[in-house]
């Protein structure tokens, strides 16, 4: 038999005992009430805790290979230039970003999430330790964000609507636009919620009627500000 430590068998080698304590730091990852992910750089999510998890109301494995801006919409656009940069420095700084999502239960709610770069080497690209706090109120967004006629969708769902629009499957948006099925069908149903609408048909209606797209266009175009 294998000795033990106490909590289990102890590791013959290093590999052993690395493993051990990866799988450990990963059921305390899980008691942790702050949702939690780990994505990497290019967005590709590798682990998330059932706090994470459990906004979306699925398991936390469902997440697992997602992008995590199918899940978040980025509300300051300087974030990702500042991580771009901080990986080229080899920073180890947090970055705070303001983001917005809508939880399983429905509705949009607003929050910050604090991003870490996390790797072994400085010479390695950094995963993300991202953990997310949900604000009480609302930030004010921006008035880029409040005004023009694309007010009501975020650059992403105008994208998806305008390809809907012209009739493209959800297999082609998501080739188009860089997301899963899944993403699209999630940003979809979004909408949906958001504009109380019953399907993609009612949802593109809409984004013409509130200007999203640009009217009389073919193919249809996502209006820009003005």
């Not at 500042?82 to 705070?96: E, G, I, K, N």
């Not at 239960?105 to 910050?112: I, Q």
């Not at 048909?201 to 193919?219: D, E, F, K, N, S």
Request: hydrophobic letters at 45%.
């Amino acid at each position: 038999m294998r000795p033990t430590d106490g909590c289990g068998p102890v590791a013959g080698t290093r590999l052993d005992a690395a493993v051990i304590w990866r799988n450990r730091a990963l059921r305390l990852l899980d008691h942790v009430p702050l949702p939690i992910a780990v994505v990497e750089f290019g967005g590709r999510i590798l682990i998330v805790n059932r706090a994470m998890a459990a906004e979306f109301g699925v398991l936390p494995g469902q997440l697992r290979d997602r992008r995590i801006l199918e899940y978040f919409s980025l509300r300051d656009s300087t974030t990702l230039q500042a991580l771009a940069d901080a990986v080229r420095l080899h920073r180890r700084s947090q970055y705070p970003a303001r983001v917005s999502w809508t939880p399983v239960d429905g509705g949009e709610r607003h929050g910050e999430m604090t991003v870490d770069l996390v790797a072994d080497t400085p010479e390695q690209t950094p995963n993300l330790l991202l953990s997310l706090r949900a604000l009480d109120e609302p930030p004010a967004r921006p008035a880029a964000e409040t005004a023009g006629p694309g007010a009501g969708a975020s650059p992403i769902e105008a994208r998806i609507l305008a390809a809907a629009a012209r009739g493209a499957t959800t297999a082609r948006i998501a080739k188009e636009i860089g997301l899963t099925a899944d993403g699209v069908n999630y940003h979809l149903a979004r909408l949906a919620r958001r504009w109380q609408l019953p399907n993609r048909t009612a949802l593109v209606a809409r984004a013409y009627a509130l200007g999203v797209l640009v009217p009389g266009a073919w193919p249809p175009e996502v209006a820009g500000p003005g």
